[in-house]
């Protein structure tokens, strides 16, 4: 629902998630917005919710000014 947060416990060992609208998440990791895992309504399943994993993910850019 929209609003809804969910924090992964930093002793959570191999979490992962199930969206059914992978494009209207928004993950923040340590402050820093992350890009969407896919696109809007996309499925995506056994996402690894692991700091390391979701640092991979391309970081969103910036539009020139």
Known sequence: AKGEEYWV????KAATM???NAGGLEIVLDGEPLPPLGKVG???RRV???KD????LKKPEKPAM
């Open 9 to 12: 416990p930093v002793d959570q």
């Open 18 to 20: 199930t969206t059914g």
């Open 42 to 44: 996309e499925v995506k």
């Open 48 to 50: 690894l919710l692991d």
């Open 53 to 56: 994993a979701l640092k991979g």
